[in-house]
Nanobody, 131 residues
Framework: QVQLVESGGGSVLAGGPLRLSCTASGNPRSFACMGWFRQVPGKEREGLAA????????????DYTDSQNGRFVISRDNTANTVYLTMDSLKPEDTAMYYC????????????????????WGQGTQVTVSA
């Protein structure tokens, strides 16, 4: 089992940047794939991005261009077991609880996508963007 701890959320003015962090502990095979999600009360959870933790290869949702327009970037520091979500030009509609998640991958052919089935979740970090 993996423990995930998010940090970096807070209140920011529209147009500003924010970087979220998610540090994993446990068996590294259990966080071979990690993702970022967000959820607004009353709405379904939205997948934002995923990353192969070993290679650092990122993937974004199919509507990445439309919804985030390149404003969100996922990255990782494998020496610190940490995944980041760097957000720029934030908008009030980006206000949400942001979660990171992790899952293992098969040794062959495993896909790491925002739509993958994640087995472990963090507690979330709130992001509030004011106009």
């Amino acid at each position: 089992q993996v423990q995930l701890v998010e940090s970096g959320g807070g209140s920011v003015l529209a147009g500003g940047p924010l970087r979220l962090s998610c540090t994993a502990s446990g068996n590294p095979r259990s966080f071979a794939c990690m993702g970022w999600f967000r959820q607004v009360p009353g709405k379904e959870r939205e997948g934002l991005a995923a990353i192969y933790f070993g290679s650092g290869t990122p993937y974004y949702t199919d509507d990445y261009t439309d919804s985030q327009n390149g404003r969100f970037v996922i990255s990782r520091d494998n020496t610190a077991n940490t995944v980041y979500l760097t957000m720029d030009s934030l908008k009030p509609e980006d206000t949400a609880m942001y979660y990171c998640a992790a899952t293992s991958l098969p040794s062959v052919g495993g896909l790491c996508r925002p739509t993958s089935r994640y087995t472990d979740w963090g507690q979330g970090t709130q992001v509030t963007v004011s106009a």
